[in-house]
């Protein structure tokens, strides 16, 4: 995720904040990394009760 962000190309004062959107669990290691700002259950993406 790190050499993804870093090879995009931003104008100066603009900032990235990263999302990974998922349906089902997510692994405790990933939960706690810094390097994916919000975790976005498919559910609450699309309204899905």
Same mark, same amino acid.
């Given at each position: ?5 870093? =090879? /995009?190309?931003?104008?100066?004062? !603009? #900032?990235?904040?990263? =999302? /990974?959107?998922?349906?089902?669990? !997510? #692994?405790?290691?990933? =939960? ?18």
């Amino acid at each position: 995720m790190r050499r993804k962000v870093a =090879a /995009l190309r931003l104008p100066l004062g !603009v #900032a990235v904040r990263t =999302a /990974l959107v998922h349906d089902g669990d !997510v #692994a405790p290691e990933l =939960a706690e990394n810094r390097y994916v700002d919000f975790l976005v259950p498919v559910e609450r993406l699309f309204g899905i009760s």
